[in-house]
């Protein structure tokens, strides 16, 4: 049975068949209640005004400075970090470090994205470069990033520099699936096998990372690293399907981004890519418009109105994309289910992993 939900007058099906999901909630808050408290003492630690300018990213103040309530995301990396202490037989409190790290390399691609990608909004108020500045934006977010780092590296134990290796990979990948996103924006064509490279890059490299980094830091082999990084590999690719399905079709009172927000930055999102490689007169039309959006100022292109984005995103739909992402998203999902099988761990704690990724995938619309 699939679950439905509307959207802008439209039924939208869910990526995967429903789930309760029930049970995830009291893990993402898990996550949040272990990792917030080391996460804000690490943020204290920049010098001001990075370390206010941080706390506004994260939701912890208002643009005055007053003290806030925002909404600080899903936590779904924290929670994975946890999660996978478990699975080496450790207390979750064990991939506390790793949840923090993790954590801040996500927030430091997130305020050099928003930046690059001209992203005015996220989580319904102001991104950081929009409300303090450019260079802010860049500085924090590097800030962000030495302080994960230095968050694993001051444990000083054998674990922590093989979970720093893997951290530092994960932020070399994501860092080329960010440069790879960008220079699709201008190409014509993008392959379906390069939009799953960069996203596999860009989103699957780090939640893969959380699923295996508390483990590493719970004294777990490289075997059961590798198996559970596989397993978060897939989920991100999973978790990103979903996420483009919601750059172009996601009702923006749910994501906190305008309409049609990837197709106003002419992403090539995996709905894009696969209505292109469809064929068909659909496809073909869309191309057409595509190439020459291409070719656009970006003056110009900023001023095109709510129907002109509305024909795109049909022209996506009827030529299969918004269906074919949909079932990748299945796909990724069945793929993350097969590694985990791999890894042996206590029946409750496959099922709390089992859970998470149905949580990730079906996502309300």
């Known amino acids: 049975m699939s679950t439905t939900t509307k959207n802008r007058g439209e039924t939208v099906t869910s990526a995967t068949p429903a789930a309760d999901t029930a049970g995830v909630m009291p893990l993402l808050e898990r996550g949040r209640t272990l990792a917030t408290p080391v996460l804000r003492a690490a943020v204290h630690r920049l010098a001001p ?25 899903k936590a779904v990396r924290p929670a994975l970090a946890l999660l996978s202490a478990e699975a080496a ?12 790290a993790v954590e801040l390399v996500h927030n430091f691609s997130l305020l050099h994205d928003d930046l690059m990608d001209g992203d005015e909004q996220r989580r319904h108020r102001n991104t950081v470069w929009k409300e303090h500045g450019p260079a802010q934006a860049i500085l924090v977010g590097d800030a962000l990033f030495a302080l994960a780092n230095e968050i694993l590296l001051e444990i000083g134990t054998v674990e922590a520099g093989r979970a720093t290796r893997r951290l530092t990979a994960a932020t070399r990948k994501l860092i080329d699936g960010q440069a790879q996103d960008i220079s699709f924006e201008h190409r014509e064509r993008v392959t379906v096998e390069e939009c799953l490279e960069m996203e596999g890059n860009k989103t699957g490299a780090l939640l ?6 508390g483990a590493v830091l719970g004294g777990a082999d490289d075997r059961t690293a590798d198996i559970l ?8 690719l999973a978790f990103q399907a979903v996420d483009d399905l919601l750059g172009i079709w996601g009702n923006p009172e749910a994501t906190g981004k305008r309409t049609w927000s990837d197709l106003r930055q002419r992403k090539k999102s995996l709905p894009v890519v696969a209505a292109l490689a469809a064929g068909g007169p659909d496809s073909e039309r869309l191309a057409q418009i595509l190439a020459a959006d291409a070719r656009k100022p970006e003056e110009e292109f900023a001023d095109f109105s709510e129907e002109e984005f509305a024909v795109r995103a049909a022209l996506i ?10 079932q990748e998203a299945r796909r990724q999902h069945a793929t993350a289910m097969e590694a985990l099988g791999s890894v042996d761990m206590p029946a409750e704690i496959r099922a709390r992993f089992v859970a998470l990724a149905d949580f990730v995938v079906v996502r309300k619309r």
């Open 317 to 326: 739909e009827q030529a299969g994309g918004r269906d074919w992402t949909s």
């Open 208 to 213: 893969a990372c959380a699923a295996s980094i």
């Open 89 to 100: 037989g450790a207390a979750p409190e064990a991939g506390v470090p790793g949840a923090v």
């Open 229 to 236: 990084e596989r397993y978060g590999h897939h989920l991100g």
């Open 49 to 73: 005004p990075m370390n206010t300018v941080a706390a506004y990213h994260f939701g912890w103040i208002d643009a005055e400075g007053n003290p806030a309530e925002g909404d600080g995301g």
